[in-house]
């Protein structure tokens, strides 16, 4: 199976732009396009206790949220695009794993890359493993990437 359309998941941190470089890799060796994805996590925005005490400042905040998404996008966009033709960004609200499986299923994406902390134990456990949530769940190919730290 040769990938024709490859995305790659970013949290915008160090720890993703090892499965980003491996993104790029691949989708210059397979000629392929790379759709790049965030996912902006509802739950923390959710709370409603946190929603009641800034009722009115909600939506200022969330479109302060989607403005920096926006800017950090086009930033990776345009970095990918020093080495690839066809580079898009997209952003997503809602649950990370859910919203990046439904992203791969709409888009028709050959190939999922993401980047995991590779985190263990109780840390693990409290903090749970988007990359693991995502290999169970997507309909096609995941490839994790490890970061360095």
């Keep these: 199976m040769t990938?024709?359309?490859i995305a790659v998941c970013t949290?915008?941190?160090?720890?993703?732009?090892?499965?980003?470089?491996?993104?790029?890799?691949?989708a210059?060796?397979?000629g392929s396009e790379l759709a790049v994805l965030h996912v902006i996590n509802s739950r923390l925005l959710g709370y409603p206790s946190f929603?009641?005490?800034?009722?009115?400042?909600?939506?200022?905040?969330?479109?302060?949220?989607?403005?920096?998404?926006?800017e950090e996008l086009e930033l990776i966009g345009n970095d990918c695009r020093r080495e690839l033709d066809e580079v898009q960004?997209?952003?997503?609200t809602g649950a990370p794993a859910e919203e990046i499986v439904r992203f791969a299923q709409?888009?028709?994406?050959?190939?999922?890359?993401?980047?995991?902390?590779?985190?263990?134990?109780?840390?693990?456990?409290?903090?749970?493993s988007t990359a693991e949530n995502v290999v169970r769940?997507?309909?096609?190919p995941v490839l994790i990437v490890r970061s360095n730290s």
């Design 3 to 5: 990938p024709k359309k």
């Design 11 to 26: 949290d915008f941190s160090e720890n993703s732009v090892p499965a980003r470089i491996v993104a790029i890799e691949y």
């Design 28 to 30: 210059k060796a397979f």
């Design 51 to 70: 929603a009641v005490k800034l009722s009115d400042e909600m939506p200022v905040l969330q479109e302060t949220i989607r403005e920096g998404v926006e």
């Design 89 to 92: 960004t997209y952003y997503r």
């Design 106 to 128: 709409e888009q028709s994406v050959d190939l999922l890359v993401m980047g995991t902390h590779g985190w263990t134990g109780a840390r693990h456990l409290i903090l749970g």
């Design 137 to 140: 769940t997507a309909d096609c």
